[in-house]
């Protein structure tokens, strides 16, 4: 005979099982209730002032008849893009995007439904939508378009025991930290400064002195969107650097409570079943 313990456990089983079946249909009637019949992703991007940037997006193809798609910004007026029966239809476009979006016709059929922007300003950052229409139905997705200034660092030693980290046209306002593989505390031997650079952006200047021989010593400079870092060493022969330049382009931290929420109820799950 079953203890009562085993009982308890099997009705719990039995009562996760029929939640989770719950929670599956009440899914799929809101998914069909807004007839979003196709899967659209849209990427997560990090755009740098007047580069040019590829708003990614991605979906199901039909690849025997017309994919439809188009680009909104939310808040503002027109399209940023449309591309209906296989022709671009631009007279509906919002005048700020004008000149400036194409989309990858070719891979279209492929379920690419990305779109270049060229020359990106500042005021281009926000929410966009992507929107997919073909024979099987209607998706779309949103996606959040970030920008920012931010370049590569150069690092010098303007006398024998300085070490500097210059880098221009940086949006926002970075942080510089500094690190050493020393033990002595440097915080007092740094000196950093913002010069004003063209438009909104600004350049970063930053010292460190009293910098020993053979040791070595790190400059980060960082947006929440960027960093560049430097590394360096003044040695007998002179100094050593190598730099590198990072882009937070893969996360988008607003889609991170998402995963936290996940994470949450399956734990709780988990811990539900185990007791
Ligand atoms: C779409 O195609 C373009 C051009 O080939 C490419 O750069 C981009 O990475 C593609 N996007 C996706 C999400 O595959
Ligand atoms: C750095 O240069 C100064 C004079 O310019 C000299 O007195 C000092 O010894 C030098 N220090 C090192 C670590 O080479
Ligand atoms: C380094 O010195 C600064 C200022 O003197 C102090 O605020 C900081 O706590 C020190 N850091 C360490 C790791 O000792
Ligand atoms: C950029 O600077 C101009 C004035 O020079 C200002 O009007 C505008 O709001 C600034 N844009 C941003 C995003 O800070
Ligand atoms: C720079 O540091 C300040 C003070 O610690 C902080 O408030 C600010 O958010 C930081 N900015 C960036 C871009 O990390």
Not at 48 to 60: E, H, K, N, Q, V
Not at 84 to 104: I, Y
């Amino acid at each position: 005979m079953p203890g009562i313990g085993k009982i308890i456990f099997r009705i719990m089983i039995a009562i996760i099982v029929i939640l989770l079946l719950l929670i599956a249909l009440i899914i799929g009637i809101g998914v069909a209730g807004n007839k979003l019949t196709i899967a659209v992703t849209g990427v997560y991007t990090v755009g740098r002032i007047s580069d040019d940037a590829i708003l990614g997006c991605t979906f199901i193809p039909d690849t025997t008849q017309a994919n439809n798609i188009q680009w909104e910004k939310v808040g503002t007026s027109g399209v940023v893009y449309k591309y209906e029966n296989g022709k671009s239809l631009l007279n509906g476009q919002n005048a700020d995007f004008k000149g400036r979006t194409s989309l990858f016709i070719s891979e279209i059929k492929s379920g690419n439904a990305s779109l270049k922007l060229t020359q990106i300003e500042l005021s281009d950052a926000g929410t966009y939508k992507c929107i997919i229409t073909n024979s099987k139905g209607t998706g779309e997705d949103t996606l959040t378009f970030k920008v920012g200034g931010y370049t590569d660092v150069v690092v010098t030693s303007p006398s024998n025991d300085t070490l500097r980290c210059t880098s221009s046209d940086w949006y926002p306002k970075p942080n510089v930290t500094w690190e050493s593989n020393s033990e002595d505390n440097i915080t007092n031997t740094i000196k950093t400064t913002y010069p004003p650079a063209l438009f909104n952006l600004t350049d970063v200047t930053s010292e460190l002195h009293g910098a020993q021989l053979d040791v070595e010593y790190t400059c980060k400079i960082h947006t929440v969107l960027a960093q560049a870092v430097g590394v360096s060493m003044l040695t007998d022969f002179g100094l050593q650097t190598t730099a590198r330049l990072e882009v937070f382009n893969s996360v988008d931290p607003l889609s991170v409570p998402r995963l936290w929420i996940c994470a949450l109820l399956l734990s709780l799950l988990l811990g539900f079943v185990h007791h």
